[in-house]
């Protein structure tokens, strides 16, 4: 069976980053699901945005098949984007993907762990903008 | 032309001023950002100090690129990636040559800036480091890089008049008509930047 896109979690804050990671996994059904990782806080557990920490998770779920980054807000952005522009620091194939944090992930991990490739990973997850609430 | 020693000088005098200033930059971002933008840049240029203490060698170049990976990798704000790619465009910019003229350093400081403004999205009049960042390279390109303290004085200009400003990037951004009034701490850290190049230039 191929690799599955794996899916990053970036957060001002570890609790959101490591929730959100849960939610879509657990939403994404049981079984076979994409790799997913949490990247959120800084290094010593307070508010912000780590380089190391997004490194890392981006390490652990690259399985050859892409990385699909979702952000929240700020310097998570930047610091992805900062990384991205250098080429080297992290997997190829790695994307950062303009979408909802929460909604986005939950999309984006649900259509990976169908076997999704990286585009329809990212298309899933920009998609869930348009979804309206009222 | 400046050396590697003169890049150094810059880092670790920023590191000084930033350690110096830290308490004012965050009582700036107290008032409309998220009061830590003293600690990161101390926190952030610490780091600077010390992986280029930890690298004997290097030329202008090399140094400025590590400086800004250190900037990206320690910060935790917006102001790691934005300082880390100012100075890591500015660092590629220059190559690998021993020594720099001051000419190539504001070629390679105007590209820097050029990034910081295309990664964050921002210009001019937005209310952030961009504000004193912009006229400071404009003034150090029209000297032909030769007058580092007309830098330094655009800059300070420029962060004073973030103050009538309403910041549009940023958490600063949706406080709207509430951050008139308030120094950007950005612009005010960018010129701590620039005034401690001319220092490095003796030109302070």
């Known amino acids: ?32 699901t994409a790799p997913v990782a949490a990247a959120g806080g800084t290094a010593d557990g307070g508010l912000g945005t780590s380089a190391e920490l997004i490194q890392r998770a981006a390490t652990a779920v690259d399985g050859g098949a892409g990385v699909a980054v979702l952000v929240d807000l700020g310097s998570a952005v930047l610091t992805v984007k900062a990384l991205l522009a250098e080429g080297d620091e992290l997997p190829g194939g790695t994307r950062l993907v303009d979408a909802p944090f929460v909604e986005g992930a939950v999309a984006a991990v649900v259509t990976a762990s169908a076997g999704g490739d990286l585009d329809a990973v990212a298309a899933a997850a920009s998609e869930a903008y348009g979804y309206r609430k009222e | 032309m400046l050396d590697a020693d003169f890049f150094r000088r810059w880092m670790t005098g920023m590191a000084a001023a930033v350690d110096r200033e830290a308490d004012r930059l965050t009582e700036l971002d107290s008032a409309i950002g998220d009061a830590d933008h003293g600690a990161n840049l101390r926190r952030g240029f610490a780091a600077v100090v010390k992986a280029l203490e930890e690298e004997p060698s290097g030329t202008p170049g090399s140094l400025l690129v590590l400086a800004g990976r250190q900037l990206i990798s320690t910060v935790g704000g917006a102001s790691g990636p934005l300082y880390g790619t100012l100075l890591r465009r500015a660092g590629k910019a220059l190559g690998d040559a021993a020594e720099v003229a001051p000419v190539q350093l504001a070629e390679a400081l105007r590209v820097g800036v050029a990034a910081v403004a295309q990664l964050g999205g921002a210009k001019a009049g937005d209310k952030t480091m961009l504000d004193a960042l912009e006229p400071a390279v404009e003034a150090l390109a029209e000297s032909l890089g030769e007058s580092f303290a007309a830098a330094a004085d655009a800059a300070d200009q420029g962060a004073l008049a973030t103050v009538p400003m309403r910041a549009r990037k940023g958490r600063a951004g949706y406080l709207g008509e509430r951050s008139v009034g308030h120094q950007d701490p950005g612009a005010a850290s960018a010129a701590l930047l620039v005034a401690t190049l001319a220092a490095a230039r003796g030109a302070r």
């Open chain 1, 1 to 32: 069976m191929s690799a599955k896109v794996g899916i990053v979690l970036v957060s001002h804050s570890a609790a959101v980053a490591s929730s959100v990671a849960e939610l879509a996994l657990g939403l994404a059904g049981g079984g076979g």
